[in-house]
């Protein structure tokens, strides 16, 4: 099996990439590596700029509630 070093889990945040989430700690898990998460975002525009770190801070939440609820069901496979 391949060794990886380095995994990086790239979202836009938005559900159905549970899959995806599994595969990387997955690999994380075999590999004893970490794994690095990226939420790519669009910028706000102007006149709803102070919506933009509320989204943000939803969308860090959502994969934080996927990567935990991924961990537990992969712990128990």
């Given at each position: ?21 599994s595969?990387a ?50 712990k128990?496979?």
């Open positions: 099996m391949r060794r990886f070093e380095n995994i990086l889990f790239a979202t836009q945040g938005l559900p159905g990439h549970s899959d995806a989430l595969q700690l997955l690999l994380a898990a075999n590999n004893k590596v970490p794994v690095k998460g990226l939420i790519a975002s669009p910028t706000f525009p102007d006149e709803l700029v102070e919506y933009q770190h509320a989204y943000e801070s939803s969308l860090q939440d959502s994969l934080h509630q996927s990567v935990v609820k991924n961990a537990c069901r992969a128990y496979r």
